[in-house]
Structure formats: C-alpha cells, structure tokens
C-alpha cells in the first residue's frame, strides 16, 4: 500500500500541532520535514528545534530531508532531536556513501534526494546504503509548484536500478489526487505532498483522498 506523507513545509506554523493531529486524524502515515539553508536552495526553514517539538507531539514516523550544504555535519543533530529517517542530496554529498552509513550508525534509516536533472544513475555505487529514494518532481526550494512529467520516467528508472531491494521510493513536488494512481504505477510507494493537504479545507479528509486516489487503478 502507498505510503502518505504530508510535508509540513505547507502547514500552518503558528498551529503546527493542531495540522499534525489533523493528518493523524486522516490516516497519515509520516511527517516530511523540509530542512532547507538558503544555500543549498533559495529559501530557509527549519532546524532541530522544530524537530524536537514534533517529536513530542506525533508518533508519526519523521522523515527529515536535509536540502542543505554539508549535511553530515547536522545529521547527529537531526537523528538526536527524533528523526527517523534522513535524506540527504546527492548533489549536497561529495561522500555520499560516508554519510549515509553515518546516517544508519546513529540508529536512523537513510534516504537520497535527487533533483530533478540528477539521473537515477548517481545511486548506482550506495544501492545497499539506501532505505529510501526521493525522487524531487519540482525543483527544490518552496511548495506550491507544479509536477515536473520527466518525474514519471525517473521514478520507473529508479524502481528498476533497485531491483528487488526493499527500498522505499518516494516522490516529493506538485503530488495532487490525479497524479496518485499513476505514480503509484510507476513504483512510488510513499506520496509527498504539502499543499495538497494542508491547503485544503480539511486536511484529514485531503490524506485519505490521497491514499484513495493512489489505490484506483
């Protein structure tokens, strides 16, 4: 079954605890934490702090994408406040096999992001260091954009380089209902969405509408 993951990145700060008991409430079944520089991406957002708030207010799964520069010198940082799982850049990682293992040494699962003109072949040599791939289908930065189609392709590119591997692929950027079921096709199994859920009137209702739409075929 596809995987829900609402990207707080679209959720309301100010009420932060209340959007996360709403997504609860709909059956999500993990927060997406954009942890972003204004380096590595034009935009800044959050840190362990808020991290460590979530953690005390979910049982939720939290899956902290790091878009920063020179990730592995906050991964312990994130793993420490209650990061499940932490998924880095390729493109931010000149030792990406390194920092993965760092990842999964500190007790969390370790995940790649790849930007959306990164091919799938830059996972080729980390395929055993990897528990998730996150496939980007907006450039990375702010929510609200629009789903690039290559992310189709990418998305079928990577589920074939893993094999039979128990890896989780997750796609992140401009995901809405009518895209649920086709991504699921090509081998999502975990949906990222932020403005499709917290910008909804009900955001309970905008998870399940989600998982719905992933399981039509």
């Known amino acids: 079954m596809v995987k829900i993951a609402p990207s707080i990145l679209s959720a309301d700060f100010a009420a932060l605890g209340q959007d996360v008991a709403r997504v609860e409430a709909g059956g999500a079944d993990q927060l997406h934490v954009d942890v ?46 209650g990061a499940d799982l932490v998924t880095v850049h390729a493109e931010a ?35 055993d260091d990897l528990d998730l791939v996150l496939v980007m289908s907006v450039n990375p930065g702010f929510g609200g954009q629009a789903f690039l189609p290559s992310a189709h392709r990418k998305i079928r590119e990577v589920r074939a380089l893993l094999g039979d591997r128990p890896v989780d692929v997750s796609v992140d950027g401009g995901v809405k209902p009518d ?6 096709e090509d081998g999502a199994t975990t949906l990222v969405a932020g403005s499709a859920i917290f910008g909804a009137a009900d955001p309970a209702a905008a998870v399940r509408a989600l998982r719905d739409a992933a399981r039509t075929r």
């Open 36 to 81: 972003m520089d204004g380096r590595f991406v034009p935009n800044i957002t959050v840190g362990p702090v808020v991290v460590g708030a979530l953690r005390k207010r979910t049982r939720l799964p939290l899956d902290v994408h790091l878009m920063i520069v020179e990730p592995e010198r906050y991964v312990a940082d994130f793993v420490a406040a």
């Open 93 to 127: 990682c000149p030792h990406l096999q390194r920092t993965l293992a760092q990842i999964r040494e500190l007790g969390a699962r370790a995940g790649v992001a790849l930007n959306p003109a990164t091919p799938p072949d830059a996972l080729q040599y980390v395929l």
């Open 179 to 184: 895209l649920a079921s086709s991504l699921a």
